[in-house]
């Protein structure tokens, strides 16, 4: 009985934070659509969290946590080496790294998250299929961490980024904060997770672009700054059930981002012998997300350590798939 109450309050609040974020996407979200830079920051980076529908923030006990939320970089039980690389769409794509050191109840950790564009042909108005010159887009975030365990329940972490975008000859450079929480309840497999992301400043241009127009050559410097996609996050865990052999988690979260209407987001994994994982997920609120996103993942001892090796699946209405790899090492 006092698992089936756990379950009813973790659905009944997960029904009531999705009606409020559909309030608030009616009035704002349309308003808000594409006001902010830095949109790769909003990329997932790994693996399994797209496979759970990027709902377990909560859950993120490896290194997709210095993304997802700092606080949970000190619940991991060894330091932990993150390796991921995502095919985004129309042959963009990203890489990720992260190392989280573990001391007692510390966890100090640092992240690279490098996205680019690839080779895009240069058009013009005068040249609508090519100039035969081409140009790439580099965006970067660096990001230190620190985390502390204060008890078996509850911890708190930040970390400190820098965020640089390049593209032609402009480059914009600022830095930011994510802060966060985590919360267990008890030994009841109930667990909270609460953080803001991307909280910073401004960036102002550097750099000029000459383009070609019917008038002829044009240099022009761009004015206007460009502001980060803050985000806030609350998230939810249920372990559902759980024996020697089997595992099912409930992931749940509602993403308030500055620049687009909330989501919804749950997912649940499926552990056997916690060596071979199978996942689902779905982003309510996201026109593009038709379908649920999927992934799977398996665990092997690797010289005295663990080696854990993901995949994510997940599907754009208009732009197609995303495929996502990531491998995890503790150390």
Do not use: C
């Not at 299929?129 to 970067?140: A, D, E, N, P, V």
């Not at 966060?180 to 497999?189: A, I």
């Not at 499926?270 to 997920?281: C, D, E, L, V």
């Amino acid at each position: 009985m006092k698992n089936y109450t756990i379950l009813i309050s973790f659905l009944i609040a997960g029904l009531t934070l999705f009606s409020e974020s559909q309030l608030f996407s009616q009035s704002y979200g349309d308003d808000r659509s594409g006001t902010e830079g830095f949109q790769f920051t909003k990329i997932t980076v790994d693996a399994r969290s797209a496979g759970m529908g990027n709902s377990n923030m909560a859950d993120a006990t490896d290194g997709s946590s210095l993304y997802w939320n700092p606080a949970m970089a000190s619940k991991i039980g060894s330091s932990y080496a993150t390796l991921s690389h995502t095919a985004y769409v129309v042959e963009t794509n990203q890489q990720y790294f992260s190392y989280i050191h573990k001391y007692n109840d510390f966890a100090f950790g640092g992240s690279a998250q490098y996205f680019t564009s690839g080779d895009q042909k240069e058009t013009t108005e005068t040249n609508p299929f090519g100039t035969g010159r081409s140009f790439r887009t580099h965006h970067l975030s660096l990001g230190l961490t620190g985390s502390h365990k204060i008890t078996d329940l509850f911890s708190y972490g930040i970390t400190l980024r820098y965020y640089y975008l390049n593209f032609y000859d402009v480059t914009y450079q600022t830095g930011a904060i994510d802060f966060g929480f985590s919360y267990d309840v008890g030994d009841t497999g109930l667990r909270f997770g609460v953080s803001t992301n991307n909280f910073g400043f401004e960036a102002s241009p550097e750099g000029e672009v000459t383009n070609s127009t019917p008038q002829g050559e044009e240099t022009r410097k761009p004015e206007s700054e460009l502001s980060l996609p803050t985000r806030f996050i609350i998230a939810a865990a249920y372990d559902l059930y759980e024996t020697e052999e089997n595992k099912i988690v409930l992931t749940a979260q509602v993403n308030n981002p500055s620049d687009n209407s909330e989501e919804l987001n749950i997912g649940g994994e499926y552990s056997f012998m916690n060596q071979f994982f199978f996942r689902a997920g779905y982003e309510f609120g996201n026109e593009e997300r038709i379908l649920p996103s999927l992934g799977a993942g398996i665990k092997i001892p690797f010289s005295g350590k663990m080696l854990k090796a993901d995949y994510g699946f997940t599907n754009f209405d208009r732009l197609g798939t995303i495929h996502r790899i990531s491998l995890g090492f503790s150390l």
